[in-house]
């Protein structure tokens, strides 16, 4: 039996995923894992459960947790897995990505990637990140400051200010 597997297609949601089915398939007859990848939009505009039904496995963002449950497409994976197991990649993954997954007091997925707001900086320009806003005030007063506001960063930037204070 070959799963079938669908993700998005940027290297960040599909690369990671493919060699790992490379290297699980080369010594395999038959292939165990095939992914496939189409454009962000396609999940957007797909009702969860109908890519469900024809795929095996689903790369998904935690917002559509609660349609995927209450469709009944999904299995939890405390039906799949031992809790040590959940547990080492709830621990291993970065800040609060697991807990977006989980729904009703079960986990239905798991962190790929962690998309958030971070601070870039030039080491030789900025020789320590800012601490906190005023410091940022500080440094937009002396060197030239950039914020992404393009598509969704702007709420998004907004959102992080806010859970920041």
């Known amino acids: 039996m070959t799963f079938i597997g669908l993700t998005w297609d940027h290297p960040r949601g599909y ?20 992914w ?3 454009p962000l939009e396609g999940f957007e505009s797909a009702p969860i459960a109908e890519l469900a039904e024809r795929n ?3 790369v998904m963002d935690h917002p559509h947790i ?5 469709e009944g497409c999904f299995l939890p994976l405390e039906d799949l897995y031992p809790p040590e197991l959940l547990e080492a990649w709830q621990r291993d993954s970065i800040g ?9 007091g079960r986990t239905w997925a798991l962190p790929l990637d962690v998309a ?17 806003w005023e ?14 506001l ?8 907004l959102m992080s200010m806010v859970a920041g204070t």
């Open 135 to 148: 410091g940022l005030v500080g440094v937009a007063a002396r060197l030239p400051v950039a914020q992404s």
């Open 56 to 58: 095996d496995l689903l």
């Open 36 to 38: 496939n990848k189409q």
């Open 66 to 70: 609660g349609e995927a449950v209450a």
């Open 96 to 104: 609060p990505s697991a807990a977006s997954y989980r729904w009703d």
């Open 150 to 157: 393009a598509g969704p960063h702007a709420v998004l930037s």
């Open 116 to 132: 958030t707001q971070v601070m870039a900086r030039r080491a030789d320009r900025i020789s320590a990140p800012p601490a906190d």
């Open 15 to 34: 690369n990671a995923l493919a060699e790992t089915a490379r290297r699980i398939n080369q010594q395999r007859a038959q292939p165990l894992i095939q």
